[in-house]
């Protein structure tokens, strides 16, 4: 399945950011998604997950209230709402697909994807 990101920009402190990933190639409802950060200089990092049928979602403690995902199964989407963006926030976002097996609970391992989109840069000015 190809994967690609897109949605991100320039934002103030602050501000709020839809990033969106599509998907192609594949069925992507048999598919838990995933949106990862990275930080310059840093390691990719988990931001959140979604289920195959958008029922269950988990995200890092520092986004918990202020990042929310969501998936569209008949448009082959899933996005990534950012609200109270804050500096910290800035990095390259990636969203990723997991065959893998919700219930596992290793969604937040990044080596369980097996798909990778190009990633979006959000910059975010204090």
């Known amino acids: 399945v190809q994967l690609q990101a897109s949605g991100g920009g320039l934002v103030q402190a602050g501000g709020s950011l839809r990033l969106s990933c599509s998907a192609s190639?594949?069925?992507?409802?048999?598919?838990?998604m995933g949106w990862f950060r990275q930080a310059p200089g840093k390691e990719r990092a988990f931001v959140a997950s979604?289920?195959?049928?958008?029922?269950?979602?988990d995200d890092a403690d520092s986004m918990k209230g202020r990042f929310t995902i969501s998936r569209d199964n008949a448009k082959n989407l899933v996005y990534l709402q950012m609200n109270n963006l804050k500096p910290e926030d800035t990095a390259v976002y990636y969203c990723?697909?997991?065959?893998?097996?919700?219930?596992?609970?290793?969604?937040?391992?990044?080596?369980?994807?097996?798909?990778w989109g190009q990633g979006t840069l959000v910059t975010v000015s204090s």
């Open positions: 190639g594949g069925t992507f409802s048999s598919y838990i």
């Open positions: 979604i289920d195959r049928r958008g029922l269950r979602t």
């Open positions: 990723a697909a997991s065959s893998m097996y919700y219930g596992s609970r290793n969604y937040y391992l990044k080596g369980m994807y097996e798909y």
